[in-house]
C-alpha cells in the first residue's frame, strides 16, 4: 500500500514530465513566441511532477477502484462487458483523434462515413428505418424519442397528454416523459413480471401519446405479450418506445422493429463496449421507422453518391439535441466493436449473455429468493428478504461481496422486488469467474449464520469501509486547497 497523498501534494517546483523540442526559431522560451495578449498572468495551477511518479499515481489509483479489466462486475442493467482494446487502437488512430469538429466536410470524409455506416448498421440490427447518433446517453435518447413522438403527434393535428410506463421501469423513463412535457400513466406489472396486454388495454385512450417499454425488462424477463400490445396502441393512435438498454439479452435475434415498436433507443457504451460508469462518455443512438425519421435530430450524416455530408435541411426535425455529433468517440468504439464482431459474433453475444445469466440463476436460487422463477434473459433478480429476515440486509451481502474481489450487484432496483439484487454476468465472463462468484455468494449466505457481524461490517479489504454515499453529492467541494 502506498501513500494517500494527493497529486498536487506531490508537485514540486520545476520537476516535469515532458520537454518540447527546440523551435525552428531557435528560442527555447515558448512564451516569446505567444503573443503577449494569450499569455497567463499568473501559472496555471497543475502538479509538477516527473512522468515515472505520474504513472505510478494513477495506476495504484486505478488498483484501488473495481473496474472491469480488475474483476467480475456483474452491475444488473449495465452490461460491464470487457471493452475490447481494439476499440482504443481505432480510437486513436491520428485521422480520427486529431480531427477538429469544425473541419470542414470534404476533411472528415472517413468519419462522416463511419456515422453513416453505423446508423445504417443500428437501423439493420433492430429493423428500422434510420438512426440519429446524436444523443449521449440512454436517458438523453428517451427524451429525443419522447420528442419525436410529441412532434409526430403534432404533425396529425393532437399532441395528446400522456405516456404509459410499467412499474419495473428504469427512473429515467418517467423522467424524461416529465421532461418532454407528457404526464405519466403508470401500470403494474403482473405476478409473472410481465406486463399483461389487458391492463395496457385498460388505460390506452385518445389522449395517450404511446407507451415505453423496456424489454427484456428489468427483470430480466421477456415481454412476451409485446405483440398485443403494440396492437392495443398502435389501434388507438399511440406509438411505442422500447427502452433497448437491454439489448445486449437479443443482437441478432429478435428485432424490435418485429415486436411492433416504432423506435428503439441504444446505450452504445453498454452493448457496444465503451468503459463506462463514474460518469465517464457514454453514447446513445435512436433507430425509428420510416414514418419518423423527418423527426429526428438535425443535422443527419447522409449520403450523396460517393460523398457524405451533413444533412441540415430537416424542416420537421426536433432540432438541434447536442453540439457537434454527440460523442464521437464512443460512437467510433461501437463501430469498431460491431465490425469486428460481425453478425455472427453479435449472435453469440447474446446467446452467451443469456446463458451465463441462467447458469449463474441456477447455482443461487437454492439459497437467495428468485421471485420469478423461469428462464431468464441476460439478467435475473434475486431478493434477499430470507437473508434479512436472519439479519443482513441486501447492502449488507453487496459490501461483503466486496472483500472477495466482485463489484456487488445492482441492488434495491428494480423497485418492484425488495431487498433485490439485479445480477448480469455478461457474455464475456468464463465458467470459473460466475462459479467463484456463486461461491462467494453462498459462503455470504453462510456466514449470516456462523458470524453475522463480519457481513454487517463488512466490507474488510478495500481501502475505504462503508463511506457516506451521498455527502459527496450533497456537499459538493472539488477544489483543491493545499
Ligand atoms: C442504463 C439504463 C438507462 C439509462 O441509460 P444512460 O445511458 O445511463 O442514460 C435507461 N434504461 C435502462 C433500462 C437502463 O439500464
Known amino acids: ?100 469538429p469544425l473541419a470542414e466536410e470534404g476533411n472528415c470524409q472517413g468519419a462522416l462515413e463511419l456515422m453513416y455506416n453505423l446508423g445504417t448498421m443500428l437501423a439493420e440490427i433492430t429493423g428500422f428505418a434510420g438512426t440519429t447518433l446524436q444523443p449521449v446517453a440512454g436517458a438523453q435518447c428517451e427524451l429525443v424519442g419522447l420528442l419525436v413522438i410529441r412532434a409526430a403527434m403534432k404533425k396529425r393535428g393532437n399532441v395528446r397528454k400522456k405516456i404509459i410506463i410499467p412499474d419495473s421501469a428504469h427512473g429515467t423513463n418517467p423522467a424524461s416523459v416529465i421532461m418532454a412535457g407528457y404526464d405519466v400513466v403508470q401500470i403494474n406489472s403482473t405476478e409473472r ?123 420537421d426535425s426536433i432540432g438541434r439535441m447536442h453540439s457537434f455529433y454527440g460523442n464521437f468517440a464512443v460512437l467510433l468504439r461501437a463501430y469498431t466493436y460491431i465490425c469486428h464482431l460481425g453478425s455472427k459474433g453479435l449472435n453469440r453475444v447474446s446467446e452467451n449473455a443469456v446463458l451465463n445469466a441462467n447458469y449463474l440463476k441456477e447455482l443461487l436460487k437454492g439459497k437467495y429468493e428468485l421471485p420469478h422463477d423461469t428462464i431468464c434473459m441476460h439478467e435475473f433478480v434475486l431478493s434477499g428478504s430470507q437473508q434479512k429476515k436472519r439479519g443482513a440486509r441486501t447492502l449488507d451481502i453487496a459490501k461483503r461481496l466486496l472483500d472477495f474481489g466482485f463489484h456487488a450487484p445492482t441492488i434495491y432496483f428494480p423497485l418492484i422486488v425488495s431487498e433485490a439484487l439485479m445480477i448480469e454476468p455478461t457474455e464475456t465472463e468464463s465458467i470459473e469467474s460466475l462459479d467463484r462468484f456463486a461461491a462467494a455468494m453462498l459462503q455470504i449466505d453462510r456466514e449470516i449464520d456462523k458470524n453475522l457481524e463480519l457481513v454487517t461490517s463488512a466490507p474488510h479489504n478495500t481501502p475505504v469501509k462503508r463511506l457516506n454515499e451521498v455527502q459527496a453529492t450533497k456537499t459538493l467541494d472539488i477544489s483543491y486547497k493545499g
Not at 444488473?76 to 480510437?91: F, L, V
Open 1 to 100: 500500500m502506498t501513500d494517500d497523498v494527493l497529486i498536487y501534494e506531490k508537485s514540486r517546483p520545476g520537476r516535469t514530465g515532458f520537454s518540447l523540442a527546440e523551435t525552428d526559431a531557435g528560442d527555447k522560451n515558448v512564451d516569446a513566441l505567444i503573443p503577449e495578449k494569450y499569455l497567463r498572468a499568473v501559472p496555471a495551477e497543475l502538479p509538477e511532477i516527473s512522468k515515472p511518479e505520474l504513472v505510478r499515481h494513477y495506476v495504484e489509483m486505478s488498483t484501488r477502484n473495481h473496474h472491469i479489466d480488475k474483476g467480475f462486475y456483474p452491475l444488473g442493467s449495465c452490461t460491464m462487458k470487457y471493452n475490447p482494446k481494439i476499440n482504443d487502437t481505432a480510437a486513436a488512430l491520428p485521422g480520427f483523434a486529431n480531427l477538429h
Open 193 to 315: 413480471g410481465i406486463l399483461s396486454a389487458d391492463d395496457v388495454a385498460r388505460v390506452m385512450d385518445e389522449e395517450t401519446a404511446g407507451i415505453m417499454i423496456t424489454n427484456p425488462n428489468t427483470l430480466g424477463l421477456f415481454e412476451s405479450e409485446i405483440e398485443q400490445i403494440a396492437r392495443i396502441v398502435h389501434d388507438a393512435g399511440g406509438l411505442l418506445y422500447m427502452d433497448g438498454a437491454n439489448l445486449n439479452a437479443l443482437l441478432g435475434h429478435v428485432k424490435p422493429a418485429d415486436m411492433g415498436y416504432d423506435m428503439v433507443h441504444f446505450n452504445l457504451h453498454k452493448t457496444f463496449s465503451t468503459p463506462h460508469g463514474g460518469g465517464g462518455p457514454g453514447a446513445g443512438a435512436l433507430s425509428v421507422t420510416e414514418e419518423l425519421i423527418p423527426f429526428l435530430p438535425r443535422p443527419m450524416p447522409a449520403k450523396d453518391g460517393g460523398r457524405y455530408y451533413l444533412d441540415n435541411d430537416r424542416p
